[in-house]
T-cell receptor
Framework: DAGVIQSPRHEVTEMGQEVTLRCKPISGHNSLFWYRQTMMRGLELLIYFNNNVPIDDSGMPEDRFSAKMPNASFSTLKIQPSEPRDSAVYFC?????????????FGSGTRLTVV | QQQVKQSPQSLIVQKGGIPIINCAYENTAFDYFPWYQQFPGKGPALLIAIRPDVSEKKEGRFTISFNKSAKQFSLHIMDSQPGDSATYFCAASKGDYKLSFGAGTTVTVRA
């Protein structure tokens, strides 16, 4: 299995532009998570999907952030408009079940820089 | 507000040494405590996990010690190697989907 695949690996954009991050979870995994990692705040859960349905989006910073999962093999995280404080590494993770005991498999992340 | 407090922030050991990372929590509802290992440019990867009914768990050179009464747990890396140089995160969960991560510890093992 290729693992969780994220694209792009790096993204540099100007403030105010729309940014779309993409994720392909492991086939058969029915839970998908988007995390953000920064030096100041560590790993933060942004949103959790189970069977393609958003279950918990309480971690989404504000209305500028949105996430979709149109099918079991694809998810997007969109930031519109982007701001410099959004600069971070964004991780997608998937899991076989909805309990953490199954373990998360993380992708390699997208490093976003907003200038 | 971090629900899991991790220390130290970083540590350096010589090859063969035993780096020890400590974590503490307050929420007694937590019942699953994994450790994740992250190499530069990669996502965190599950390393080892423990549940509170066990006081110690070993997998290869990695050992978790768990003290339920003190609400603390720690990771020991036996006979550490330069390839173990990474950032380690402890985490805790109430058994649902949500993991609360510690701030991370960067371990450097010098050859």
């Amino acid at each position: 299995d290729a693992g969780v695949i994220q694209s792009p690996r790096h993204e540099v954009t100007e403030m105010g532009q729309e940014v779309t991050l993409r994720c392909k979870p492991i086939s058969g995994h029915n839970s998908l998570f988007w995390y953000r990692q920064t030096m100041m705040r560590g790993l933060e859960l942004l949103i959790y999907f189970n069977n393609n349905v958003p279950i918990d989006d309480s971690g989404m910073p504000e209305d500028r952030f949105s996430a979709k999962m149109p099918n079991a093999s694809f998810s997007t995280l969109k930031i519109q408009p982007s701001e410099p404080r959004d600069s971070a590494v964004y991780f997608c993770a998937s899991s076989l079940g909805e309990r953490t005991g199954y373990g998360y498999t993380f992708g390699s992340g997208t490093r976003l820089t907003v200038v | 507000q971090q629900q899991v407090k991790q220390s130290p922030q970083s540590l350096i050991v010589q090859k063969g040494g035993i780096p020890i990372i400590n974590c503490a929590y307050e929420n007694t509802a937590f019942d699953y405590f994994p450790w994740y290992q992250q190499f530069p440019g990669k996502g965190p990867a599950l390393l080892i996990a423990i549940r509170p009914d066990v006081s110690e768990k070993k997998e290869g050179r990695f050992t978790i010690s768990f003290n339920k009464s003190a609400k603390q747990f720690s990771l020991h890396i036996m006979d550490s190697q330069p390839g173990d140089s990474a950032t380690y995160f402890c985490a805790a969960s109430k058994g649902d989907y949500k993991l609360s991560f510690g701030a991370g510890t960067t371990v450097t093992v010098r050859a």
